[in-house]
């Protein structure tokens, strides 16, 4: 008998984790940082040790800390074994775990500092850089199509899921449960966005644990998005405001530079300073160009010299950001610049700085260019609020503020429905990764379109596998 436990990212976006089990073994299927919300911090504390005694394996869709940020606190509560994934994302492992300690790291600093001035009790790190060391030398990493072995139970074999660099379908073939097979879609890519290959089609399955992010809309026209945005520069050009685009360092980052780069060779682009504000979002870009193989040739065949040129230097205005004093002399730079930095839901990172220095300024525009969960100061940006506490501060927010749908890595609601109709023999479907609206109209509209059956699980809830 095997069977499947829903742990995280059940009824929202963040926190992924899932639990198979059979009589080889336990595998855990992602374990994610949980982002946003008052209680995040918490329940990224909470002990993992539990399942570190008593999970044989962990399997990896993709890199982002939703679904992969926990392990080192994993392996600091006790677990040894291997982390199984696919090349590219082994490679950006080495660094999102690295960053996300030194983040904690110095934010733990910070924290300490006033609660020992205030006589409070001393608080330690989800986890810290020995541990994301540790971490890394458990990563097992596999290519595309190539059946990986994880116990005597459980087969995977990894996908294209076309949403960042390495993520992956994961297709389970579980023996116990009369070789039931589990397919997880990850983070579906959004088949119009550049630099990323379409999601490959999966066309069998007994039971689909599918993301539903965007489950209850579809992205705006990925064409109208880039007259959008060209025509949001040439605002904020002409009343002399920054730009500022909070930006996922894996991912988002490479696409907005790519139609940064587009729209220069079209005469477009009328910022002469464009700051690429994030450490790990320039080591990611110089990840992406050395895996370029992985990526889309007929997007990378419209870069200078086919893409094989130094990535940064394809926009002439683009500065690097790499220490915390060049970071903050951007906010000595007159108005006009564009500044791309994370974090991209504004979580945390030196977007949080730029926000300071420019939110109360009228002719400041924000671009927001991804998914923003409930609680985070991205989220709130996008609802309208008018002040918020940056830093110990309070801010007017008098700027801008844009949403660019358009510009997603998720597949959107007709884009799953569209990669759900490819299975051929009518599985289960359980939809994780979205918010409850999302879900609901989702399910609704899998259920009515390709007469599934659709369901969606609440934490802790166990199906049966075969």
């Not at 095997?2 to 926190?15: D, I, Q, R, W, Y």
């Not at 539990?50 to 890199?63: C, E, F, G, P």
Request: glycine fraction near 10%; charge should be neutral; include cysteine.
């Amino acid at each position: 008998m095997a069977k499947l436990t829903f742990l995280g990212a059940v009824g929202e976006v963040t926190g992924s984790r899932y639990l198979v089990e059979s009589d080889a073994g336990k595998v855990l299927l992602e374990c994610g940082l949980v982002q946003g919300g008052a209680q995040a911090e918490r329940r990224n504390h909470l002990s993992l040790k539990q399942l570190a005694r008593t999970v044989d394996a962990v399997v990896l869709s993709h890199a982002h800390l939703d679904h992969s940020g926990l392990i080192p606190k994993l392996v600091r509560d006790g677990y040894r074994g291997p982390v199984h994934c696919t090349e590219g994302t082994a490679e950006l492992l080495a660094i999102m775990w690295r960053d996300a300690a030194h983040v904690m790291a110095r934010d733990i600093e910070w924290e300490n500092k006033w609660r020992e001035r205030a006589g409070r009790p001393l608080v330690e790190p989800v986890y810290d850089i020995d541990d994301a060391e540790r971490a890394l030398t458990l990563r097992r990493p596999a290519n595309y199509g190539e059946p990986v072995v994880v116990n005597d139970d459980l087969t995977v074999v990894f996908r294209d899921a076309g949403h960042i660099l390495g993520s992956a379908i994961v297709e389970m073939t579980v023996r116990a449960a009369r070789r039931s097979r589990v397919v997880f879609s990850g983070d579906l890519g959004n088949p119009d966005s550049v630099l990323m290959k379409a999601p490959e089609a999966v066309e069998s399955a007994d039971v689909v644990l599918m993301e539903s992010t965007y489950g209850n809309r579809d992205h705006r026209p990925l064409g109208e998005t880039l007259e959008e945005l060209a025509g949001i520069l040439k605002e904020a050009h002409q009343g002399g405001g920054n730009v500022l685009i909070p930006a996922f360092a894996v991912g988002r980052t490479q696409e907005i530079l790519f139609h940064l780069a587009m729209l220069h060779q079209e005469g477009r682009l009328p910022q002469r300073y464009i700051f690429l504000d994030s450490p790990m979002a320039i080591g990611v870009t110089e990840l992406y160009h050395r895996c370029r193989e992985l990526l889309n040739p007929e997007d990378l065949a419209r870069l200078p010299h086919g893409g094989k040129g130094d990535p940064m230097k394809l926009l002439p205005g683009l500065q690097l950001s790499r220490s915390a004093e060049e970071s903050m002399a951007i906010n000595r730079v007159a108005g006009g610049a564009i500044i791309i930095a994370g974090s991209g839901m504004c979580t945390g990172g030196r977007i949080r700085h730029h926000l300071k220095y420019n939110l109360w300024r009228p002719n400041t525009h924000v671009i927001i260019a991804g998914f923003q969960a409930r609680g985070t100061l991205g989220r709130k940006l996008v609802d309208g609020v008018k002040k918020v506490k940056l830093l110990g501060v309070e801010v007017a927010v008098k700027a801008t503020v844009h949403t660019l749908g358009g510009l997603s890595a998720h597949a959107g609601q007709s884009q799953l429905v569209a990669w759900a109709a490819r299975f051929r023999n009518h599985p289960r479907f359980y939809l994780v990764h979205g918010e409850p609206e999302a879900q609901e109209e989702l399910r609704e509209t899998l259920r009515r379109d390709l007469e599934a059956e659709v369901e969606i699980p609440r934490p802790g809830d166990t199906v049966e596998l075969g």
